[in-house]
C-alpha cells in the first residue's frame, strides 16, 4: 500500500485494534529529494513500514531508529536529514539532538534535506479492576477521562450498578491478553479478597494495588505465603494502594490511586530540562 489514502484507513484500522505504530510525515523538503512534504509512512514496532513511502535508504534508516525510541519513550521527535556539508555548516555530528531536533546524514547523490515528523500511537494502557466496591465503580469512572481500556472484574452479582468499563468479566479470571503495560487495582471491600489476589498475581502487570488495610493485606499475604506464593510475587502488591492524600471517600481514593498509577507509567518518560536524547 502506498496511496495516501490506504495509509490512513491503515491508521484506523491499527488504532481501532490499540496496536503500537508510528506514524512517519514528511514536513519539509529542500532540494531534489525521492519523497515530497506531506508524504506518509505507518511504521510497526518490528521496524517494518506496513504502507506508504518516505524516501529511499537516503532517511529510512535514521527515521526507523527514531520510531523505534518513539515507541519505547512515548514521545514524538522531528528527524532532519541533510547532506554533511549542510550538517558541518550547523555544527551538528550525525545522530546529535539539538532544541528536539535529530540530525542525519544523507548519503544520496541527490543531497537534498528532509524533515519527517516521527509520531508514536500506543495502545491505550490497560486498566484491570478486581471488584465492585464503591472505589471500583469511582476508579473505574475516572479513569476513563485518562484514556485507559478499563476492564471490570468481579461476580456478576456483587456489582449493584454497571461500572463504566470497556470490558466486563465475570468473575476475577484476567484475560490472558493483558501484560506488563497493565494495572490492576484489587478493590473488592472483602468479598473474594483472596480469589481475586490470587488471579491477580497470576500478570506480570506493571502496577497491583490493593484497596484496603495494612492489617487486612498482611494477614493476606501470610495465608498466600503459607499456600506457597513467591515472596517476590507478593512484594509487588501496594497495599494500601494510592498516594497518600488523606483520601476518605471512594471518590477521592479512586483519585488517589488512578494518580499512582500515573506517576508509575511516566515514571522514566520525562527528562530533565534542557536535556536532549540522542
Known amino acids: 500500500m502506498t496511496a495516501h489514502v490506504d495509509v490512513m484507513e491503515l491508521v484506523s484500522r491499527m488504532r481501532s485494534a490499540d496496536e503500537a505504530f508510528v506514524l512517519a510525515t514528511v514536513v519539509r523538503t529542500?532540494?531534489?529529494?525521492?519523497?515530497?512534504?506531506?508524504?506518509?509512512?505507518?511504521?510497526r514496532p518490528d521496524g517494518t513500514i506496513a504502507a506508504g513511502w518516505i524516501g529511499g535508504g537516503c532517511a529510512r534508516g535514521a527515521v526507523l531508529k527514531a520510531a523505534q525510541d518513539a515507541?519505547?519513550?512515548?514521545?514524538?521527535?522531528?528527524?532532519?536529514?541533510?547532506?554533511?556539508?549542510?550538517?558541518?555548516?550547523?555544527?551538528?555530528?550525525?545522530?546529535?539532538?539539538?532544541?528536539?531536533?535529530?540530525?542525519?546524514?544523507?548519503?544520496?547523490?541527490?543531497?537534498?534535506?528532509?524533515?519527517?515528523?516521527?509520531e508514536p500511537v500506543l495502545p491505550r494502557p490497560s486498566l484491570v479492576i478486581l471488584g465492585a466496591s464503591p472505589v471500583a465503580i469511582a476508579l473505574a469512572d475516572?479513569?476513563?477521562?485518562?484514556?485507559f481500556h478499563i476492564t471490570a472484574a468481579a461476580p456478576p452479582a456483587d456489582f449493584t450498578e454497571r461500572p463504566n468499563a470497556d470490558l466486563l468479566v465475570e468473575g476475577f479470571d484476567i484475560p490472558e491478553t493483558y501484560s506488563a503495560h497493565c494495572y490492576i487495582v484489587v478493590s473488592t471491600q472483602s468479598k473474594g479478597?483472596?480469589?481475586?489476589l490470587r488471579a491477580a498475581l497470576k500478570a506480570d502487570a506493571a502496577y497491583l494495588g490493593f484497596v484496603g488495610s495494612r492489617r487486612k493485606i498482611a494477614v493476606l499475604k501470610a495465608k498466600l505465603a503459607a499456600d506457597g506464593i513467591d515472596a517476590a510475587a507478593l512484594a509487588r502488591i501496594?497495599?494500601?494502594?494510592?498516594?497518600d492524600l488523606g483520601a476518605i471517600t471512594p471518590e477521592e481514593i479512586a483519585l488517589s490511586i488512578l494518580a499512582e498509577i500515573i506517576e508509575r507509567r511516566r515514571h522514566g518518560q520525562r527528562q530533565p530540562a534542557g536535556r536532549q536524547s540522542s
Open 30 to 43: 529542500v532540494s531534489v529529494t525521492a519523497a515530497k512534504a506531506g508524504a506518509k509512512a505507518v511504521i
Open 71 to 118: 515507541l519505547l519513550d512515548g514521545e514524538s521527535r522531528l528527524v532532519s536529514v541533510q547532506p554533511e556539508n549542510l550538517l558541518a555548516e550547523l555544527g551538528v555530528q550525525p545522530g546529535e539532538s539539538r532544541e528536539g531536533i535529530r540530525f542525519a546524514k544523507n548519503t544520496c547523490p541527490s543531497k537534498g534535506t528532509m524533515d519527517i515528523f516521527v
Open 142 to 147: 475516572l479513569a476513563r477521562y485518562f484514556g
Open 193 to 196: 479478597d483472596e480469589a481475586a
Open 238 to 243: 501496594k497495599a494500601p494502594a494510592g498516594l
